[in-house]
């Protein structure tokens, strides 16, 4: 169906056949080391333009793909597959830009994705390309890349964003969304695209990242891009060393206030260093060192007294007014749960207490396992079928192999597991799959399944038909010290909430308090 032939750019020898004149094609430009990815109806001209630009002139091959199959919508919707999988694929470094990028459909679309399955096979027979669809689609290079095809929703944000930001540079940009609605993905698309941007060549723009698990990973995706810098990701602290003109804060509510929290010299360092006191917070380092900052918030996902609750945030953006203009932008499409907006809506009834009516999803898993044993069996069933399967549980046991790594810290009908043995790039360690997620190794990560384990910090108290919590059975002490009941179960509830989203095909449950099992026996399949 597909015919790849290769042409010498150098010389600019590309053979007769009639196609390469007039017909919709696609075509790789390399050097064995970079790539360049496009398409178009009259491959040869657009050759004659690639070899008269300067920054074309680094390749010498070209590799032509050919299919009478091919019509223009179909062109540029594979183009951008080709550039999302070349770029994970990391045999080249892809010198693309993503101002392009974005989700098209067109007659008979579904029939072409999988014909795309047919031209990456043909790729690999041509050593063009390395590793399978699959692989890829399961790397952290693929999940957070800036050449995702972004949908209505993220592309709406994304140009406003921009068109707001070549108008006026003195202001904050405040972007919500719920798990799963591509708020990293919106914030990774948006740096590239300021990077490559002439017009912000000049700007000094950074990408912040509070969590220490994600940021790891984070820097080595940046490492991987051509454009970008390991050394654009930013910890909060970083952001007090210099002044930027763009901050993009990813997982904003994710910033620290002084309180309840491991680093209080160094924070208090960071507030000397800029002439703040400690009555500031992160959020305050990101305001004050920057023209515009960009934060990506969900007043969900605050799992703890240090974080910045949505009061909080929402006093300091009045406040921020007074410096500088305020725009909200909202990402209202769920993208990472098969189960859509709906399951979303589903999980936090769930954590509430507030369900009416029993759902089901047709495209997710949603089960209970009451067996612990099966449970265990399950994750590692699916791992092997699918990869990227993780068990994870809230707070409920003390991490006593922290100190002693023969101990176990977690023990359920005599089997034993222990805690993530790291928080940074715990998620793609292959020590992952045997051990289980704490939220702060899990947050901001995708899982094609996620395992939750519910502890017995959480609970159904059946006289009162409501969610409970039980403050001795939680053992993050930063989490607790200063939060009373009713913060306190918000935060677990909001843990549980994000453990519960992680999950692309589906989340399995073992709930250990048997009344909290029975009420949610009610609305969840049990398996």
């Known amino acids: ?72 919508s179909v062109t540029f919707d594979y183009e951008s597959k080709l550039i999302q999988y070349i770029v994970a694929d990391e045999l080249y470094e892809v010198r693309n830009k993503n101002a392009g990028m974005a989700d098209k459909e067109y007659y008979g679309k579904k029939e072409y994705d999988e014909k795309f399955h047919v031209l990456w096979r043909s790729l690999q027979r041509s050593k063009l390309v390395k590793h399978s669809l699959e692989e890829l ?79 790891k990973t984070l820097k080595g995706i940046f490492k991987s891009i051509y454009g970008l810098k390991a050394s654009d990701i930013l910890s909060p602290s970083d952001v007090t060393k210099q002044y930027y003109d763009i901050l993009l804060v ?69 406040k921020d007014q007074s410096k500088r203009i305020l725009t909200y932008f909202n990402l209202l499409t769920q993208m990472r749960v098969r189960g859509g907006n709906d399951y979303i809506s589903y999980v936090r009834e769930l954590l509430s207490g507030t369900v009416k009516e029993r759902k089901n999803f047709s495209n997710y898993d949603l089960k209970i396992v009451t ?44 089997i034993k597991k222990q805690w993530n043995h790291c928080t940074e790039g715990w998620v793609l360690s292959k020590e992952a799959v045997d051990e289980v997620g704490c939220i702060h190794s899990t947050q901001g990560y995708d899982l094609n399944y996620g395992f939750i384990i519910m502890g017995n910090e959480i609970g159904y108290d059946t006289d009162k038909k409501r969610i409970i919590i039980r403050p001795q059975e939680y053992f993050d002490q930063n989490g607790k010290k200063t939060a009373d009941y009713g913060e306190l179960l918000e935060y677990i509830q909001h843990i549980y909430y994000v453990l519960m989203t992680r999950g692309i095909q589906g989340t399995y449950l073992y709930i ?16």
């Open 1 to 72: 169906m597909f015919k790849i032939t290769e042409g010498d750019f150098k010389r600019q020898k590309y053979g007769d056949e009639s196609y390469l004149s007039n017909w919709p094609m696609l075509y790789i430009l390399e050097n064995g080391k970079q790539a360049y990815i496009g398409q178009s109806n009259h491959v040869i001209n657009r050759m004659s333009q690639h070899y008269h630009s300067i920054d074309k002139r680094i390749f010498d091959k070209v590799h032509f793909i050919y299919s009478s199959k091919f019509n223009q």
């Open 137 to 215: 689609e399961n790397s952290d290079l693929f999940k957070y890349s800036p050449f995702k095809e972004l949908n209505n929703d993220q592309r709406a944000a994304v140009e406003k964003i921009m068109e707001s930001l070549k108008k006026e540079d003195n202001q904050t940009i405040v972007v919500n969304g719920m798990p799963g609605s591509g708020k990293t993905i919106v914030a990774i698309f948006l740096m590239k695209y300021l990077k490559d941007s002439e017009e912000f060549r000049e700007k000094k723009i950074g990408f912040v990242v509070p969590q220490t698990s994600l940021r």
């Open 250 to 318: 990813d997982e904003a509510h994710r910033l620290h206030q002084y309180k309840n929290i491991s680093y209080m010299g160094p924070f208090k360092a960071c507030c000397e260093r800029i002439g703040l006191t400690t009555e500031s917070d992160e959020l305050d380092w990101i305001l004050h060192q920057c023209k515009c900052p960009i934060l990506f918030y969900d007043e969900m996902q605050v799992i703890g007294p240090s974080g910045i609750d949505v009061q909080r945030f929402r006093r300091k953006m009045k």
């Open 371 to 414: 067996d612990f044993k099966k449970f265990n069996e399950l994750m590692y069933q699916k791992e092997k079928e699918v990869q990227l399967v993780r068990m994870a549980a809230g707070d409920a046991w003390d991490w006593i192999s922290k100190k002693n790594k023969s101990l176990y810290d977690i023990e359920i009908q005599g």
């Open 512 to 527: 250990c308090d048997p009344d909290l099992r029975e009420y949610f026996s009610q609305f969840i399949d049990v398996q």
